[in-house]
C-alpha cells in the first residue's frame, strides 16, 4: 500500500529545508508548531545546532490557540522576541495543523514586519513535503527579498552556489571544498546559498555571471535569478574527479552562451550495473562520475520532488516503499543510505552512501567528502 | 532584560526564587530546544513493551523525529509509519488510512506482533477522526494482537493530561485483567528500572513479594504478569493516571508513593507501604544515617564549588536543591521552565532559606544566547545543567535513574562527587538521546 513504510526512514520535512536554508543568515526563524518539530529539527536535521548559535525556534502552538484562530499570539511573540534580538530577517514556516487551521502566512508576516520593521517572509509549509521543497521556498525567497538592486557583474568570472544545505552536504568539509574548487578553477564565488554566507554576500548575488544549481533546492532561485539578473545556472555536484571538471567547464561554457545547462548525461543509457538512491542533482552527479571514472553504468531513483529538466530519460522517480522495493527487486548493486538496506535484495552488492536528510546523524561521521576526489573511497 | 517585581511571571532569563511566581516562573512564548536529550520520549518509552510493535500515523515532518529514534536505538523491525498527505485532509479518509495503513504493514511483517502500539496525531484530534471504529475494526480483523492507543499530539501538552502521562497510560492498556497475587507488586511508570539497593526493593523481596517491572521485563507474557500484581506503585508524577487506570482496570491496588528528598517523608513513605502490605513498619535510622554520612562527605569534597541542577535529573529538582542547601552545598542555579504542584512546599521553603537561589528557564528564546562560560568550576547536576554551564563536571543522570530512597542519596552523593573529581565529554554524552535506552549516536 501507498504511504506505508513497514521499516524505511522518512527524509527532513519541508519546515527542516526552511530552517537549514536559512541557519547561517542571521534571522530568525520559527516553526508555528506545538513541539516535536523543533526536536526533530535541531537533532536529526541540523548538525550545526551544538557548535553555531542560530535563532531558530517554535511558536509552542496550543490547542486554544488553534482553536480560536489566535494568531495575535504568535505575532506578538514573534516581535517581542525579535526586539530583543533583532535578527536581520524574520521567517515563519507552517507545520500540519496550521495548514488544517488554515493559518495565512504572507498575512502573519506582513503584520510581523509592520510591528517589528524588520523585513519578514512567511512560507505555508507543512510537514507533508520534503525539506528540499522547503529549502526551495526559503532560498527563493531570499532571492525575492534581497537580491533587489542592479548589481555590477564581478571582474573574473562569479558564480553563486545554489541548494547548499548541511541536509544534503552535511558538515564534512563538502561546502567548503566546492568553493574551493571553483576557486582554483579561476572562479570567484559570490554567495553561496547558504553555507558559508552571509545574508550581505546574498544580497550581491546579481554580480555573478552563472549559478551552480547543487541541489533542487537551488533550482527555482537559479531561475528567479536568470529572470532577475540573466543569469544562467548549471546544474551538476562537482563530485569525482573527472566530473567535477565537466562541472568547472560547463559553468564556463554557460557563462559564455548565457543558456542554461545540466552537467550530467540525460540520455537514456540503457543497460543498467546498478542503481543509485537519492537527491536529482547529487544522485545524477554521481552516476556521471561512477561511469566516467569506474565504468559503472547506474541508475537514478529519485524518492524526493524532482524537475523533469533534472531527472535522467531512464530515471526512477518513486517514493513509497513497496514501490521503491519493486523498482529494487533484481538489481545487483545498489548505492544507498543505510536505512534503505532492509528493503534490498539481499544478493545485491550494497554500497552504504549516508544522506543526512534520510538517515540524520546516525552515519554522519561516514559521510565522504567526494567533490574533485576520486570515487575510490565509495566503490 | 527587565526588572521584575515579586512573584512575577518573568519576561527574562533569570530571576531569584524571590522574585518568581509558582509554578510557572517564566513567560512563555517563543521556544528554544537546548542540546541535551536524554530525556525518553514516547518511541523510548514504547519500546518498553517487549516485542510490541509501533505504528506512527502522521505527516512526514512528524514521523521524521520518531522514525530516527527507532533508527536510533537499532530497532528499526519494530517500527513502522503511515504518512498522512494533504489528499487525506481533503478527502476526509482519515479512518480508512489508519485501518488500510495498520493492515498492510502487519501483514509485511515478517512475524505477526503480540501486540501493537498505534500512535495517532493532532491531525487527528482536529479532524475528529472517530479512533474508536478504527480500533474496533483492527481488533476484529486482528483478534491475536492486542492495540494500545498512544498518541503524538503535543499541541495537547497544555490541555488535560499531557502526552507523557497518555504515553504511560498506554504502557500498561494492554494488560488483560487475571486473578491478583497478593504476593505481587507492579512498579509502573518508570523508563528506568529501580535500583535493586534500594530500601524499596529490599522492602519488598525481604517480605516475599515479585517485584514487578515493565523495565525488567524480558518479553510479552512477563509483561502480562504485570496484571496479576495486587498493588501497583508509582513514584513518577506523570505515571499516576497509569496507576489509577490500573487500579480500576485490573483491580490493583494504587499506591502513589512520592519520590523525595526529605528524610521524615522517605521514611512516611516506606511506612505507607508497610502498611499498605500489611506488614510491620520498619527502622530506618541506619539508612539515614548513611545518606547523612554520604551527603557530609560528598559536602566536604565539593565544598563551596558552585552547583547547578536542571529538571531533568530528578522529578523533584526543587526537593534536591532543598536538601543540598541545607548540607551547605552551594547551589547557585536552577533550571526549570515550570514545577509540579506537589513541589509548591519545597518552593516556598526555598524562597525562605534561599531567596538568592537563581531560577533559568530551558526553553525561553534567550537562552540560544545564554553565556555557557562560568568563572570557576561548576558541578552540574543534570544534561541541561550542564550545557548551560559550559562544564564538563556533570551527573549524568535523567528521571532519577533508579535512584530512590535513602539509597538514591547515596548514590547521588557518590555521583556528585565521581562527576567533581572526573571531567566528561559533555558534547558528545548529553546529545545521545533518550540515556539508558541502548542509542548509540
Known amino acids: 500500500m501507498k504511504q506505508t513504510a513497514r521499516i524505511i526512514s522518512t527524509y527532513a520535512a519541508d519546515v527542516s529545508g526552511v530552517c537549514s536554508a536559512l541557519y547561517e543568515l542571521g534571522g530568525m526563524t520559527v516553526m508555528h508548531d506545538a513541539s516535536g518539530c523543533n526536536s526533530t529539527y535541531n537533532t536529526h536535521d541540523e548538525p550545526r545546532w551544538y557548535d553555531m548559535d542560530s535563532m531558530v525556534y517554535i511558536s509552542a502552538l496550543s490547542e486554544m490557540e488553534a482553536v480560536m484562530g489566535d494568531d495575535e499570539k504568535l505575532v506578538g511573540d514573534i516581535v517581542s522576541v525579535a526586539k530583543e534580538l533583532n535578527p536581520k530577517f524574520i521567517a515563519v514556516a507552517g507545520t500540519p495543523i496550521p495548514m488544517v487551521i488554515g493559518t495565512d502566512f504572507a498575512a502573519v508576516a506582513s503584520m510581523i514586519e509592520k510591528r517589528s520593521g524588520i523585513p519578514t517572509m512567511g512560507f505555508s509549509t507543512n510537514g507533508m513535503h520534503s525539506y528540499l521543497s522547503g529549502a526551495s521556498m526559503a532560498f527563493a525567497g531570499l532571492a525575492r527579498r534581497f537580491c533587489l538592486g542592479e548589481t555590477e557583474k564581478t571582474e573574473a568570472l562569479g558564480a553563486n552556489i545554489l541548494g547548499l544545505t548541511p541536509l544534503d552536504f552535511s558538515v564534512n568539509g563538502s561546502a567548503q571544498d566546492i568553493k574551493a574548487l571553483l576557486e582554483q578553477n579561476g572562479i570567484e564565488v559570490v554567495s553561496s546559498w547558504a553555507m558559508g554566507s552571509s545574508l550581505e554576500q546574498l544580497e550581491r548575488a546579481g554580480a555573478a555571471h552563472v549559478n551552480l544549481v547543487v541541489s533542487y533546492a537551488g533550482l527555482e532561485t537559479a531561475k528567479l535569478l536568470k529572470e532577475r539578473f540573466g543569469t544562467p545556472y548549471v546544474a551538476g555536484v562537482p563530485v569525482g574527479r573527472e566530473f567535477s571538471s565537466l562541472v568547472v567547464q560547463r559553468l564556463y561554457s554557460a557563462a559564455r552562451t548565457e543558456e542554461n545547462a545540466v552537467a550530467y548525461p540525460k540520455k537514456a543509457r540503457g543497460h543498467f550495473d546498478g542503481v543509485i538512491i537519492g537527491e536529482s542533482v547529487m544522485a545524477h552527479s554521481l552516476a556521471a562520475a561512477a561511469l566516467l571514472e569506474q565504468g559503472k553504468n547506474l541508475r537514478v531513483l529519485c524518492p524526493l520532488e524532482a524537475e523533469k529538466e533534472l531527472l535522467g530519460a531512464d530515471s526512477l522517480h518513486v517514493h513509497d516503499e513497496t514501490d521503491i522495493a519493486e523498482c529494487l527487486a533484481g538489481e545487483r548493486l545498489i548505492v544507498a543510505d543505510p536505512l534503505y538496506k532492509p528493503i534490498c535484495p539481499k544478493d545485491a552488492v550494497f554500497v552504504p552512501l549516508a544522506h543526512e536528510a534520510f538517515s540524520g546523524r546516525i552515519f554522519r561521521r561516514d559521510i565522504p567528502d567526494l567533490i574533485g576526489r576520486g570515487l575510490n573511497s565509495l566503490f | ?441
Open chain 2, 1 to 441: 532584560m527587565k526588572n521584575l517585581r515579586a512573584g512575577a511571571v518573568l519576561d527574562s532569563t533569570q530571576a531569584t526564587i524571590a522574585e518568581a511566581a509558582f509554578p510557572v516562573p517564566f513567560a512563555q512564548g517563543l521556544e528554544y530546544g537546548t542540546p541535551a536529550r536524554g530525556t525518553w520520549n514516547i518511541v523510548h518509552t514504547g519500546m518498553l513493551i517487549p516485542q510490541a510493535h509501533q505504528i506512527f500515523v502522521c505527516a512526514a515532518g512528524c514521523l521524521r523525529g520518531v522514525v530516527l529514534t527507532a533508527a536510533e536505538m537499532g530497532l528499526e523491525e519494530r517500527f513502522s509509519t503511515v504518512e498522512i498527505r494533504e489528499n487525506n485532509l481533503l478527502d476526509g479518509d482519515m479512518e480508512e488510512l489508519i485501518i488500510e495503513g495498520v493492515s498492510d504493514i502487519l501483514q509485511r511483517l515478517p512475524q505477526m506482533p503480540p501486540a501493537v502500539l498505534i500512535y495517532t496525531s493532532c491531525i487527528h484530534h482536529f479532524l475528529a477522526c472517530d479512533l474508536d471504529r478504527v480500533y474496533d475494526i483492527l481488533r476484529q480483523r486482528f483478534p491475536h494482537v492486542g492495540f494500545a492507543q498512544c498518541y503524538m499530539n503535543p499541541i495537547m501538552r497544555k490541555s488535560g493530561l499531557t502526552p507523557d502521562q497518555l504515553m504511560r497510560h498506554g504502557l500498561y492498556s494492554l494488560l488483560e485483567p487475571c486473578p491478583l497475587n497478593e504476593k505481587s507488586v507492579s512498579i509502573l511508570g518508570n523508563d528506568l528500572p529501580t535500583d535493586e539497593s534500594s530500601e524499596l526493593y529490599q522492602i519488598l523481596s525481604e517480605e516475599g513479594f515479585t517485584i514487578r517491572d515493565i523495565t525488567r521485563c524480558r518479553d510479552y507474557a512477563e509483561y502480562q504478569q504485570m496484571a496479576q500484581s495486587a498493588l501497583a506503585l508509582t513514584y513518577n508524577p506523570a505515571a499516576i493516571p497509569a496507576g489509577e487506570f490500573v487500579q480500576q482496570h485490573l483491580g490493583a491496588k494504587h499506591l502513589y508513593l512520592p519520590l523525595s528528598y526529605d528524610f521524615d517523608a522517605i521514611a512516611a513513605g516506606y511506612d505507607a507501604l508497610c502498611d499498605t502490605l500489611g506488614i510491620a513498619r520498619r527502622d530506618f535510622s541506619k539508612q539515614r544515617e548513611r545518606a547523612d554520612a554520604a551527603l557530609r562527605h560528598a559536602r566536604h569534597l565539593i565544598g563551596d564549588t558552585p552547583v547547578e541542577i536542571d529538571y531533568t535529573l530528578t522529578f523533584k529538582p526543587l526537593g534536591l536543591a532543598r536538601l543540598l542547601l541545607s548540607y551547605g552545598f552551594r547551589v547557585t542555579t536552577m533550571y526549570a521552565d515550570a514545577f509540579l504542584g506537589e513541589e509548591r512546599q519545597d518552593f516556598e521553603a526555598l524562597r525562605e532559606t534561599a531567596p538568592d537561589l537563581l531560577l533559568r528557564p530551558t526553553i525561553h528564546a534567550g537562552m540560544r544566547f545564554a553565556s555557557r562560560e562560568r568563572e570557576q568550576k561548576v558541578l552540574a547536576l543534570g544534561q541541561k545543567a550542564a550545557y548551560f554551564a559550559g562544564t564538563p563536571h556533570f551527573v549524568n543522570v535523567v528521571e532519577c535513574g533508579g535512584m530512590f530512597g535513602f539509597d538514591g542519596i547515596c548514590r547521588l552523593a557518590k555521583l556528585m562527587e565521581e562527576a567533581f573529581c572526573e571531567e566528561k565529554d559533555t558534547k558528545a554524552l548529553i546529545q545521545i538521546k533518550g540515556l539508558g535506552c541502548g542509542c548509540c549516536s
